[in-house]
């Protein structure tokens, strides 16, 4: 089983098609390069593969457990599994412009204080008031 899987990625700005239905296996200990000319997706391949970027299609997976929220809640809600962490974002122009952690209940998000507000390192889950 590959480490790191890209099953049919595809990622669209507007009507530009910057990447359509990518493939990629990269094994445990495997060094990969990505080369190409300016232009031709390297970034936002990697943007899509970490959650910088949403894909259109496709997945994304690390050690066989899918990389997007909805595998984690599904682990949590039929198998009991917490996830260390959820994070919710808002997208604005294909990029993350606030993000929040989900808590999980009565748990509510708090601020840290320290930190731009938009983002979610900045908060902590932590009993009501």
């Known amino acids: ?9 595809s990622k669209r700005f507007g009507g530009f098609v910057a990447l359509d239905g990518i493939d990629l296996a990269v094994a445990e200990g495997e060094r990969v390069g990505l080369i ?18 949403r894909n259109e299609t496709g997945s994304v997976s690390f050690a ?5 929220g909805l595998t984690a809640l599904i ?10 962490a959820i994070v919710a974002t808002q997208m604005r122009d294909g990029k993350v412009a606030r993000s929040r952690p989900l808590c999980p ?3 509510v998000a ?7 507000n938009d983002d979610a390192a900045n908060f902590a889950c932590k009993a009501p008031d």
């Open 105 to 107: 209940y009565p748990q």
């Open 36 to 53: 190409g000319p300016n232009g031709s997706g390297k970034s936002t391949l990697v943007n899509c593969i970490c959650g910088t970027l």
């Open 64 to 68: 066989g457990e899918g990389l997007d």
């Open 75 to 84: 682990n949590w809600v039929e198998n009991g599994t917490a996830p260390a």
């Open 1 to 9: 089983m590959p480490l790191l899987e890209v099953t049919g990625l």
């Open 110 to 116: 708090r601020y840290s204080g320290n930190g731009s």
